[in-house]
C-alpha cells in the first residue's frame, strides 16, 4: 500500500535521509522511530503528498504522483488519512462541521460512517454543535478520529498522535489505529512513546533506517 523506495531529502543544507527504502502493507501498522529533528514528520509529510523528496519514489497504492501536484491532491483527497500532533481541526467551527470536511464526494468513493455515527463511536455523540476551541485535547483528538471513521482512507499518516493526550485517551487513539488497520489500511505514525511501539507490527528507526519487528 505504501512504497518509499530510495529516497532522499535534504532540509537547510543537512542530509534527514538518504537511499531510504520500506513499504507498510494493507493491515499492517508501523511505527517510525528517531531523535528529534531526524525528519520523522517530514518524512510524514513527503508519503503524504505534501511535501517532496529530493530523489526516489513515494508510491501510494501503486500511484506514482511524482512531480503531479494533481495527482498529488486526488492521493490526498482520495486515499490519505491524517492526525496531526496539533489535531488539525478548524477551531471556529463545530464538531460536526469539522467531520463533515472529511466526507467521500463522487463516485466510487468508499463510504465510511456518517458524522452522528462517527462520534458516537469515540464517544462524543452529545457534542456535534460544540465549538472544537471548547474541548480538550483528548476530545479534540477522538474529532480527529471520527472524520477517518467517515473517510475511510486506505491509508493513515499518525504524527505523534498521542503526545499530548492523557492515557486513557492515548489508548483509544491506538485502538482506533488498529481498527483501521485490522480493516485493511495501511497506518503508518511517527513517534518517540514507548507505548505506541510495543503496540506496532513494525519499528523502523530512522536513524538508520533499520527496519525490525515491533510487539511485544
Not at 26 to 34: I, R
Not at 52 to 79: F, K, N, P, Y
Not at 173 to 191: K, M, P, Y
Request: glycine share 12%; charged share 25%; net charge positive.
Amino acid at each position: 500500500m505504501i512504497d518509499v523506495l530510495t529516497v532522499s531529502k535534504q532540509r537547510g543544507g543537512r542530509t534527514l535521509w538518504e537511499d531510504l527504502t520500506f513499504s507498510v502493507d494493507a493491515g499492517e501498522v508501523v511505527a517510525l522511530t528517531g531523535p528529534s529533528g531526524c525528519g520523522k514528520s517530514t518524512l510524514l509529510d513527503c508519503v503524504g503528498h505534501i511535501d517532496r523528496v529530493d530523489s526516489g519514489t513515494i508510491r501510494i497504492g501503486g500511484v506514482d504522483a511524482g512531480r503531479s501536484a494533481r495527482r498529488a491532491r486526488l492521493l490526498r483527497r482520495d486515499h490519505i488519512g491524517y492526525l496531526f500532533q496539533d489535531f488539525g481541526l478548524v477551531h471556529d467551527a463545530t464538531v460536526g462541521a469539522n467531520v463533515d470536511l472529511a466526507r467521500p464526494t463522487g463516485r466510487g468513493r468508499r463510504r465510511g460512517l456518517s458524522t452522528g455515527a462517527a462520534l458516537e463511536q469515540v464517544g462524543l455523540g452529545g457534542r456535534s454543535s460544540a465549538r472544537t476551541h471548547e474541548l480538550s485535547g483528548g476530545e479534540q483528538q477522538r474529532v480527529a478520529l471520527a472524520r477517518l471513521l467517515v473517510k475511510q482512507p486506505s491509508v493513515i499518516l499518525a504524527d505523534e498522535p498521542t503526545s499530548a493526550l492523557d492515557a486513557d485517551n492515548a489508548a483509544l487513539v491506538l485502538d482506533r489505529l488498529e481498527s483501521f488497520a485490522a480493516a485493511g489500511a495501511a497506518v503508518l505514525i511517527a513517534t518517540h512513546a514507548p507505548s505506541v511501539t510495543r503496540r506496532a507490527a513494525r519499528v523502523i528507526a530512522l536513524r538508520d533506517a533499520r527496519d525490525h519487528r515491533g510487539g511485544p
